[in-house]
């Protein structure tokens, strides 16, 4: 089904299944970060982005720690949303994970939740306002 660490948890994405309508595509970041890894990751991301419209969490809980070349792929992981009507997520996991996006002030940019779960509970349901009489402004059709 894919590189196991990192897309262990997109099962969605690996079997090529319609994901324009899931809640979020979820990317799992390696436990122990290399250039290869890395760069597996990148592309999986860029597929999410690609393939659909739903928000990305990237899942820490298997990671221990974070090194510059990681800080500078999340940051062009945000940076890739930045302007977009797309979001990315973080799932720390841990407190170490959570800590180090802090001191890097990456927490600033993209939101940081201790778990999947958490970022998950928060997908935002697109809005719509009815006038007193309940009809739609953009559609002009009653409820």
């Known amino acids: 089904m894919g590189f196991c660490p990192l897309f262990d948890r997109i ?78 997520r973080f799932a720390a996991g841990s407190r170490v994970i959570r800590v180090l996006l802090e001191v890097t002030r990456i927490s600033s940019i993209v939101p940081v939740f201790d778990s999947v ?6 997908v935002q349901v697109p809005r719509m306002d009815f006038d007193d009489a309940g009809q739609s402004p953009d559609s002009g059709e009653y409820l």
């Not at 739903?54 to 990671?63: E, L, M």
């Open 11 to 88: 099962a969605t994405l690996a079997s090529g299944a319609d994901v324009k309508n899931k809640l979020a595509t979820i990317l799992s970041f390696p436990g122990t970060s290399t250039s290869a890894s890395r760069s597996e990751l990148r592309g999986h991301f860029l597929n999410a982005l690609r393939v659909s419209e739903s928000p990305v969490v990237i899942d820490f809980s298997g990671c221990n720690t974070l090194n510059h070349d990681d800080i500078d792929l999340l940051i062009e992981c945000a940076a890739r949303v930045s302007g977009r009507d797309r979001e990315v």
């Open 117 to 122: 779960e958490e970022a998950l509970a928060i």
